[in-house]
C-alpha cells in the first residue's frame, strides 16, 4: 500500500511563501500523475495543481496560477508545491494524491496522503 506524507504546512502571513513536500512510501513519483488539491471548512475539496508522470507537463487552478509550482524530485520520492504570494483565501487543508482514476483536476485518486493545514493571516 503506497502512503503520501505531507509536510511544510503552518501559519504565514500574506503575501508570504510556504512550500509544501509530499513524500511517497515506494517509488511511484516517476510514473503516475500527483496533484494537490486542498478543502477549507465548509468548501468542497479543490484541485490546485498536477504534474505528469515525466514531469513534462504542469497544470493549475486559475485561482493559482503564476503564484503556486509543482514539481517533483524522483531521487527522493518526492513532489513539491511551491506556494508564493499567498492570500487569505488559500487557507486550507492540502493533501497530495497520486494515480488519478480519470480527469487529474477530480479528486479521484488512488492514493491520498493525510492533508497539511495552511493558514493565511491578512
Known amino acids: 500500500q503506497v502512503q503520501l506524507v505531507e509536510s511544510g504546512g503552518g501559519l504565514v502571513q500574506a503575501g508570504g511563501s510556504l512550500r509544501l513536500s509530499c513524500a511517497a512510501s515506494?517509488?511511484?513519483?516517476?510514473?503516475?500523475?500527483m496533484g494537490w488539491f486542498r478543502q477549507a471548512v465548509g468548501k468542497e475539496r479543490e484541485f490546485v495543481a498536477a504534474?505528469?508522470?515525466?514531469?513534462?507537463?504542469?497544470y493549475y487552478a486559475d485561482s493559482v496560477k503564476g503564484r503556486f509550482t509543482i514539481s517533483r524530485e524522483n531521487a527522493k520520492n518526492t513532489v513539491y508545491l511551491q506556494m508564493d504570494n499567498l492570500k487569505p483565501e488559500d487557507t486550507a487543508v492540502y493533501y497530495c494524491?497520486?494515480?488519478?482514476?480519470?480527469?487529474?483536476?477530480?479528486?479521484?485518486?488512488?492514493?491520498w496522503g493525510q492533508g497539511t493545514q495552511v493558514t493565511v493571516s491578512s
Open positions: 504534474i505528469t508522470w515525466n514531469g513534462g507537463s504542469t
Open positions: 494524491a497520486a494515480s488519478p482514476h480519470s480527469d487529474y483536476r477530480r479528486p479521484l485518486y488512488k492514493y
Open positions: 515506494e517509488h511511484i513519483i516517476g510514473t503516475v500523475a
